[in-house]
């Protein structure tokens, strides 16, 4: 391992990580306050939000590891043209394979890291995510707070519990639920009770909320058909039983969706292999766009990279979407993008090591 494949590691190392933590905070941070505020709704339970917020990390990571290994690659390189380190490297005829090679060995690294993110963690946090989800219907009385005012089914029940008691369910329960304006019996139902349990239906696994000592209240004060009645128990379905109903395939494994011949579970399995591959022709890109003249700025070059890198990841969801809708076989898939990516780099390579002008030069 000579001096300078060290030297390009240690800068190649030290800079991605500079740029993952950046991401990282800005990440964890945006999902914090998107779960902070949906516990403040009450929609989860308070100390599901960390978890939650970790989550969703590592499954932006698979964006996050690709972007940031290239432009680390791309700060690099630009900072060794700018201080003619490029130039001093060259004179010393230090050939462009001494340069690719500590380049490509991060890149291999990258792809294996970011392969097993999107491969294996990624479905992991998904299904830890759906678990959450699935414990929080079954507790959904633990997500609500106390105190202050809540509103369910698009703001037609107001929901408020004065305080939770020893046992921890909650007592001083007010409700009031409108009922749509197509229904027949659109008159508003309050209702008032002691304390409120949750029940779980064992056959159809709905949750039941059940109201205890209290008092239904339907209709308008002074209209012939107000009607006030006492219970001693009344129940109010909140959640459908079934947590997830939809035909999504974030939380399969990657070899079940590789042996299923439905198109979703192709186009998610192409995405997910679609990221170290991406890493590798990312890497490759980025060296001959990160070498800039010596005396032009550091960053000259990062804004035309970073469209080239939306451009391409853009491609791949389109290419992806195709698949889903039937519209592109699953043979062509998004591996035409990679093609498509795979030859500019190397037109962008040819260019840069003057390949493209041996007949000009010739003559």
Not at 181 to 189: D, E, G, K, L, R
Not at 305 to 333: D, Q
Request: proline residues 5%.
């Amino acid at each position: 391992m000579t001096i300078l494949f060290r030297y390009l590691s240690a800068e190649l190392w030290r800079t991605w990580l500079v740029i993952t933590g950046v991401f990282s905070v800005l990440t964890l941070g945006l999902g914090l306050s998107k779960f902070i505020a949906r516990a403040a709704a009450g929609k989860i339970p308070v100390n599901t939000v960390l978890q939650l917020a970790f989550d969703a990390l590592i499954k932006n990571f698979e964006i996050v590891l690709p972007v940031a290994a290239f432009l680390g690659i791309l700060l690099v390189l630009g900072r060794l043209c700018r201080d003619n380190e490029m130039t001093a490297l060259f004179a010393c005829r230090s050939g462009m394979w001494r340069i690719y090679k500590p380049i490509l060995v991060f890149a291999l690294v990258m792809a294996v890291l970011a392969g097993a993110i999107s491969m294996v963690a990624k479905p992991y946090a998904e299904r830890s995510m759906d678990a959450l989800v699935q414990q929080n219907m079954k507790s959904l009385i633990q997500s609500l707070s106390p105190g202050q005012f809540q509103t369910f089914r698009h703001g037609r029940l107001t929901f408020y519990a004065g305080h939770r008691n020893a046992n921890g369910d909650l007592a001083d329960i007010f409700i009031r639920l409108r009922k749509p304006p197509q229904n027949s019996q659109s008159a508003p139902i309050v209702i008032r009770a002691k304390r409120a349990t949750q029940r779980t239906n064992p056959r159809t696994g709905r949750v039941i909320f059940v109201l205890h000592d209290g008092w239904r209240y339907q209709g308008r004060p002074g209209a012939a058909n107000y009607r006030i009645v006492r219970f001693a128990q009344y129940g109010i379905q909140v959640k459908p039983g079934q947590a997830h109903t939809s035909n999504s395939y974030n939380t399969r494994s990657t070899p079940y969706l590789m042996s299923s011949s439905d198109p979703d579970a192709i186009a998610d399995w192409q995405i997910r292999v679609s990221v170290p591959l991406s890493v590798l022709i990312l890497a490759l890109m980025a060296v001959p766009i990160g070498q800039v003249p010596p005396r032009s700025g550091r960053y000259g070059r990062i804004v035309m990279g970073i469209v080239l890198c939306v451009m391409y990841v853009n491609s791949i969801n389109l290419a992806a979407t195709a698949i889903k809708s039937r519209t592109v076989s699953a043979w062509i898939g998004v591996w035409w993008v990679h093609a498509v990516a795979l030859g500019f780099t190397l037109i962008l390579l040819a260019r840069q090591q003057g390949w493209l002008n041996l007949t000009g030069r010739n003559k």
